[in-house]
């Protein structure tokens, strides 16, 4: 069984810096990384890395973050750089096992607030 754990979020000053992190265990996944969920709105991709090393960016926070992941490939962390309140959402960690099934699954979600 895929499970997702999360951690970070919190209350962040507009401005600051946020660090989320996720560790999966129960398969190795192929794709690792955040999505984000503004109230009424379906989720946004944030980033994605690739167990071979191809990552995806969101646009609105593509010059703001940046992903890693350890070699062990189960952990998964992002970092973003000068917070907006726009930024304002539930972020989940999203997790793929990749070809040939496309199994998806999700963490169970961390709040984070921008707002001072």
């Known amino acids: 069984q895929v499970q997702l754990v999360e951690s970070g979020g919190g209350l962040v000053q507009p401005g600051g810096f946020l660090r989320l992190s996720c560790v999966a265990s129960?398969?190795?996944?192929?794709?690792l990384g955040w999505y984000r969920q503004f109230p009424g709105k379906q989720r946004e991709l944030v980033a994605t890395?690739?167990?071979?090393?191809?990552?995806t960016y969101g646009d609105s926070v593509r010059d703001r973050s940046a992903i890693s992941r350890d070699n062990n490939g189960n952990t998964v962390v992002l970092r973003m750089t000068d917070l907006k309140p726009e930024d304002t959402a539930v972020y989940y960690c999203?997790?793929?096992?990749?070809?040939?099934?496309?199994?998806?699954?999700w963490g169970q979600g961390t709040q984070v607030t921008v707002s001072s």
């Open positions: 890395r690739e167990i071979g090393g191809k990552v």
């Open positions: 999203y997790g793929n096992i990749g070809a040939p099934r496309f199994e998806a699954y």
């Open positions: 129960g398969s190795r996944l192929s794709i």
